[in-house]
Structure formats: structure tokens, C-alpha cells
Nanobody, 123 residues
Framework: QVQLVESGGGLVQAGGSLRLSCAAS????????MGWFRQAPGKEREFVAA????????AYTDSMQGRFTISRDYAKNTVILQMNSLKPEDTAAYYC????????????????WGQGTQVTVSA
């Protein structure tokens, strides 16, 4: 089992930045691919970014690449999502997830999920 706890969400103005963290506990964190997803009100959950176990392989949704950066802190068993140049359409609940496979936008491949952290971007 892997337990995931997100933090770092909040209210920010458009153009601002937020740094989301996902702390992992349980089985070996370093062996998992970690992903971020988000779900806006009334919309389906969508893929944001993922990073493989070594940190060398990443994947992003096109609209977020260049603004969002995913990284890992092995010492803290944490995966980070740095979000810059935020837009009101980035408002959503952001979820961390873990899979033993490669980075993928396919939600069904992720075995473990956190409870989410809310990000609200005001115009």
C-alpha cells in the first residue's frame, strides 16, 4: 500500500505561482511513477503531469508544459508540482497518484490516489 497526501493548494491571482507537494508513505516511493491530475467543477478529471521512478522521464499535457514542472524529492518521499503563470482555468482539485508503470495519462493505470488539494485562481 502507498498513502499519498497532497498539500500546497490555495487561492492565487492569475499570473501567480503555487507549489503543490505530495508526500508518499508505505511501500518504496522511489520505485513508483508519480502523477498529478486535476478535476474542475463539472468536468472530468484530466492528466497534468507524471514522472518516472528515476526522475529522467516526464510527461505533460500540452497546455501545461512550459508552465508546470514536476519533480521528485527522494529524501522527503515527495513529488512536487511547480505551477507558474496560473490562469483562472487552472482552478481545480489537484490529485496525486502512483503507478508501477511508466508515465502515462491513463488514469486507470494508477493504483493509488491522494485526497486532493484545491487550487483556485482568481482573475
Amino acid at each position: 500500500q502507498v498513502q499519498l497526501v497532497e498539500s500546497g493548494g490555495g487561492l492565487v491571482q492569475a499570473g501567480g505561482s503555487l507549489r503543490l507537494s505530495c508526500a508518499a508513505s508505505g511501500r518504496t516511493f522511489s520505485s513508483y511513477t508519480m502523477g498529478w491530475f486535476r478535476q474542475a467543477p463539472g468536468k472530468e478529471r484530466e492528466f497534468v503531469a507524471a514522472i518516472n521512478w528515476s526522475g529522467r522521464d516526464t510527461a505533460y499535457t500540452d497546455s501545461m508544459q512550459g508552465r508546470f514542472t514536476i519533480s521528485r524529492d527522494y529524501a522527503k518521499n515527495t513529488v512536487i508540482l511547480q505551477m507558474n503563470s496560473l490562469k483562472p482555468e487552472d482552478t481545480a482539485a489537484y490529485y496525486c497518484a502512483a503507478t508501477e508503470g511508466k508515465p502515462t495519462p491513463a488514469q486507470a493505470m494508477y493504483d493509488y490516489w491522494g485526497q486532493g488539494t484545491q487550487v483556485t485562481v482568481s482573475a
